[in-house]
């Protein structure tokens, strides 16, 4: 398993919690800015007007520069070290303290070369959290569905799509550099992470996996840290079958699509679970309006209440939602005048405290 972490301002000090979201810092002062050569090659902000680049030899170039945040996900940054040599970046944030880059290269103020990759953000400290609560531990430089996401202070999952292996967990920052996990999944199962920071959210790891009380193998690499997303999960189905979605995160309706058949002027009920999985939150719902061919009705389930209006509308507040817990939506269908129709309605769930956190369940309607 390999992981690298890309976070925002964080002090060694008070190992405060960081921020992980997707979008450019108010400066660079005290930052560093990675360009895929790796952590030995690097431009670093001194003061709010100048800075040095370090190369992979170790060598120092002085330089001023410009920053400015161009819209909620992009910045420009203009480095110059000499007259008419200066190098134009443009940054576009796409995850917590990284993003893809374009670089224009200056000499005698003539254009010379143009590049494009990745880049990563650091507040120059290598600290680990403070806790781990709302975080998830991934692969780096071949990110895989599998990952540890830790949803509580004390409980988590391995997590791949549709299958998912809760555990508990402690963890402890031994030291400006170094954190521990104990991930236990039974008694006799657990794994032991060592991690090493090299910024506030990437380092190298070690994983010793045990089962049945003895070591069972060992790995190593580099990992990344990243806000976890995955904690408002919508399950969906048929009032009569077994619900599905469980453990499936997308906006598509891939592997949480219920199907239904209505005939004539008849009934069709289906339920739908709005879960949270992560620590205690504030959620809310949306859904699908009718349609040409199907009337749909929406009620919370204790108490039962009439909520099409609103959830069809500007959304409804399901209110406070403790970990492990979910609210009920029942959906109600009925084919509006005779002949043949189809229409595909959806029901999403969104977190209040975790930005970009969301799921959505569909139902496809077929009447004949």
């Known amino acids: 398993m390999k992981i690298i972490l890309q976070l925002l301002s964080i002090s060694i000090a008070s190992l405060v919690p960081f921020s992980l979201q997707a979008a450019p810092p108010s400066d660079l002062l005290g930052k560093y800015l990675y360009f895929e050569e790796g952590p030995e090659d690097y ?35 203009v480095v110059t070290y000499d007259v008419g040599e200066y190098d134009e970046w443009d940054l576009t944030w796409d995850g917590a303290g990284t993003g893809t880059f374009t670089r224009d290269e200056y000499k005698d103020s003539a254009l010379e070369d143009t590049d494009t990759g990745r880049f990563s953000e650091s507040g120059g400290n290598t600290a680990p959290p403070a806790d781990f609560n709302g975080i998830r531990l991934e692969e780096a430089v071949q990110l895989e569905d599998e990952r540890f996401e830790f949803l509580t202070e004390t409980e988590g999952r391995e997590f791949e799509p549709g299958d998912v292996d809760p555990f508990t967990y402690v963890y402890n920052a031994v030291d400006a550099t170094t954190a521990t996990i104990v991930a236990t999944f039974k008694p006799d199962r657990w794994d032991d992470l060592t991690l090493t920071f090299e910024t506030e959210t990437t380092g190298t790891y070690v994983l010793d996996r045990h089962d049945d009380n003895l070591l069972k193998d060992q790995k190593r690499g580099d990992f990344r840290l990243d806000l976890n997303q995955q904690v408002i999960d919508v399950v969906i189905g048929d009032d009569t079958g077994p619900l599905i979605g469980d453990d499936f995160f997308n906006q598509t309706g891939r592997n949480q699509t219920e199907t239904v058949l209505l005939t004539g002027n008849g009934l069709v009920k289906i339920r739908s ?5 992560g620590a205690d939150d504030s959620v809310n719902t949306r859904a699908s309006r009718s349609s040409g061919k199907f009337d749909i009705k929406y009620y919370t389930s204790k108490p039962r209440r009439n909520v099409t209006a609103k959830i069809s509308g500007s959304g409804l507040s399901l209110g406070d939602v403790g970990h492990d817990e979910m609210e009920v939506i029942d959906i109600e269908v009925r084919k509006k005048g005779k002949g043949r129709g189809r229409s595909i309605g959806w029901i999403e769930g969104r977190s209040s405290e975790v930005a970009g956190a969301k799921d959505k369940g569909r139902f496809n309607l077929i009447g004949k």
Not at 50 to 68: C, E, H, M, P
Not at 273 to 277: A, G, P, S, T, Y
């Open 43 to 77: 431009l670093t902000f001194n003061s709010i007007s100048a800075g040095s680049k370090q190369d992979v030899t170790g060598g120092l170039d002085a330089f001023t520069y410009t920053f400015l945040a161009t819209g909620p996900t992009t910045a420009t940054v």
């Open 273 to 277: 679970e709005i879960e949270n999985d």
